[in-house]
């Protein structure tokens, strides 16, 4: 036995990737365990005998056989030696059967087998023409992660601890600044939550205020990001028309919703903008019914022409409703910050159930980023990319029209604002067949009837701008418009 060993290990020590001898030796022998070269009960050599048969030193030995044994693959018996642990032995038995009963194959629940087998987001999220993704190229990353750096040159224990607060105090104060003057929402810091991306803040808004069975009013066409969150929560989500108002409220007695989700500076993804007056009525509606809007403010930075849309939350003071805004389109997705402006009335409850769920982190990027957004390097980089967007949405909208003419484009095209454009199809043509026949040949596109969450009343593609210059969006325009002309 003592020989087998000493032949076994000089062959697969060389073979072994680990950068250090004692790692090589030990995933050595752990491997000669597992895959049961030796079985249970089968001695190895002393340390010595090991040591002098690989011409390693011994202590090499001694701390890969005491790693070993720590993790139960061998034990010693004093006297005798050290000898292989029956590691197979229970794990035989839960694997194949128990008194002959065979085990059950690993399965989901109900509610994650729905949501695995529903997976709506992309593959590819980069590239013409993927909507909603901005030009992260044209960020100016390195200034931003010299301030990283700098804050974590100088972070005291509490910012490189277990936070303490839901978000950085620098940051939550910077954006009390930038909301008063960019959307008109005046709050203070106690009232915002820094979370990881819109949809973790609009998980914890569900869980936190909804309960099974409750049911939420969604947008019609609307984003179907949300319809997920609802669904693992189990609240029932019930779409409502939109119109060029905005959303629509029932003419008929209904059941009032506990949360009704919301983008009224800008539909997504049809692009209207709510009125004041639908505006009154919705809040005078979450009034009257103890309902929740939940304002999901996603590319208000980018209108074009004509002054900003005020928030919707800032209209009434103690406003039924939680602002949710986000970095992802200003800066870039992968950064993952976004926050959620509270009324003062819930701010304590989430700070202290954020903090519980999710922990929180990344306290030096939030930091950083509310340095970044005090210098007015943020409300800089904002209005150059306005100006961008606008030219590429100008081109794209050109392109669409000498080859089609007018008639694709929908009217909020002349609303100049977001980051996509929605080109509308006869109902006839199957929007999402076309857009997989376009996808085949490189060319990123989304169905409008994937956005519907009863039957689709409309057909289209939604066809972003934002990350693809004027020059890069002609060819895979070309690809686009064959597909296109195909089925016209």
């Known amino acids: ?56 030193s011994r202590n090499t030995v001694t701390r890969v056989f005491d790693q070993l044994m720590i993790e139960g693959f061998v034990e010693t018996q004093i006297g005798s030696g050290t000898y292989v642990a029956d590691v197979q032995g229970s794990v035989e038995k839960s694997a194949t059967s128990v008194n002959g009963i065979s085990a059950a194959p690993l399965r989901l629940s109900e509610r994650g087998a729905a949501l695995a087998s529903h997976s709506s987001a992309a593959v590819k999220q980069w590239g013409a023409f993927m909507p909603g993704v901005p030009d992260v190229r044209l960020f100016p990353h390195a200034r931003l992660q010299k301030r990283v750096a700098r804050v974590l040159h100088a972070a005291s224990p509490g910012v490189l601890s277990y936070p303490e607060q839901a978000g950085s105090p620098v940051l939550r104060e910077a954006l009390v600044k930038h909301l008063r003057v960019a959307r008109g929402l005046q709050c203070d810091p106690s009232q915002i939550v820094i979370v ?27 984003y179907w990001g949300i319809r997920r969150l609802l669904e693992i929560n189990g609240v029932q989500a019930h779409p ?123 306290t030096a990027t939030q930091q950083a980023l509310g340095e970044f957004i005090e210098s007015g390097e943020y409300a800089q980089h904002i209005r150059r990319m306005r100006g961008v967007y606008g030219r590429r949405r100008d081109a794209l909208s050109a392109l669409v029209e000498a080859r089609f003419g007018s008639q694709l484009l929908s009217k909020e095209a002349s609303d100049s604002a977001g980051l996509h454009l929605t080109l509308r199809l006869p109902p006839s043509i199957d929007d999402a067949d076309l857009a997989r026949a376009v996808a085949q040949q490189g060319v990123l596109t989304r169905p409008l009837s994937r ?28 690809v686009l418009a064959e597909c296109l002309a195909k089925v016209l």
């Not at 969450?453 to 002609?474: F, K, P």
């Open 196 to 222: 990881e991306g819109a949809h973790q803040g609009i998980d914890l808004i569900i869980r936190l205020l909804a309960d099974v069975d409750d049911s939420a009013w969604l947008e019609e066409p609307g």
């Open 1 to 56: 036995m003592y020989e087998l060993w000493i032949d076994l290990l000089q062959l697969t020590l060389p073979e072994r990737t680990e950068r250090c001898l004692n790692e090589r030796l030990y995933g050595a022998i752990r491997d000669a365990i597992l895959n049961r070269t030796f079985n249970a009960g089968a001695r190895l050599p002393a340390s010595r005998e090991l040591a002098a048969g690989l011409g390693i």
């Open 240 to 362: 409502v028309p939109v119109d060029d108002e905005g959303i629509t409220l029932p003419k008929q007695s209904t059941p009032p919703p506990r949360l009704i989700f919301t983008t009224p500076s800008h539909h997504y993804p049809l692009g209207a903008v709510m009125s004041i007056q639908r505006r009154r009525q919705l809040l005078a509606y979450a009034r009257q019914h103890q309902a929740i809007i939940i304002e999901d403010d996603y590319d208000s930075e980018f209108r074009y022409t004509g002054s900003p849309v005020p928030a919707l939350s800032g209209l009434e003071a103690d406003a039924p409703v939680i602002y949710v805004g986000t970095f992802s389109k200003t800066i870039c997705p992968n950064l993952r910050v976004a926050y959620m402006v509270l009324p003062q009335a819930l701010s304590d409850y989430f700070q202290r159930a954020y903090l519980d769920v999710y922990r929180g982190g990344h």
């Open 451 to 478: 956005y519907y969450l009863g039957q689709s009343l409309s057909r289209g593609l939604l066809l972003g701008y934002a990350c693809v210059s004027e020059d890069e969006m002609i060819q895979p325009f070309d």
